[in-house]
């Protein structure tokens, strides 16, 4: 069974950086699309980052030009590098394929704080 595990969150102030990681068990990333997600206190998750499997990428309209995923297939891991936060990308980020399907299950996430 994959496992995905999200890790570098953080309390980071308006403006800053950080950068998360997102290591699976199995050897997916070859064959899916990857993408992080979000969550934020009463809202709905939502996708905000994809890299296909030949490295394409695509971004949501609130984080693009700020927020930047790769991925290294080799360590089965993917990134999101993010600059300038704000504070509306406080939420919980999770990474998984892109769509997500019921085979591989949801990681408990990495908190994102963004607060001064």
């Known amino acids: 069974q994959v496992q995905l595990v999200e890790s570098g969150g953080g309390l980071v102030q308006p403006g800053g950086s950080l950068r998360l990681s997102c290591a699976a068990s199995?050897?997916?990333?070859?064959?899916?699309?990857m993408g992080w997600y979000r969550q934020a206190p009463g809202k709905q998750r939502e996708l905000v980052a994809t890299?296909?499997?030949?490295?394409?990428?695509n971004y949501a309209d609130s984080v693009k030009g700020r927020f930047t995923i790769s991925r290294d297939n080799a360590k089965n891991t993917v990134y999101l590098q993010m600059n300038s936060l704000k504070p509306e990308d406080t939420a919980v980020y999770y990474c998984?394929?892109?769509?997500?399907?019921?085979?591989?299950?949801w990681g408990k996430g990495t908190l994102v704080t963004v607060s001064a």
């Open positions: 998984n394929v892109v769509p997500p399907v019921r085979a591989i299950s």
């Open positions: 890299i296909t499997s030949g490295g394409l990428t």
């Open positions: 199995g050897s997916i990333f070859a064959i899916y699309a």
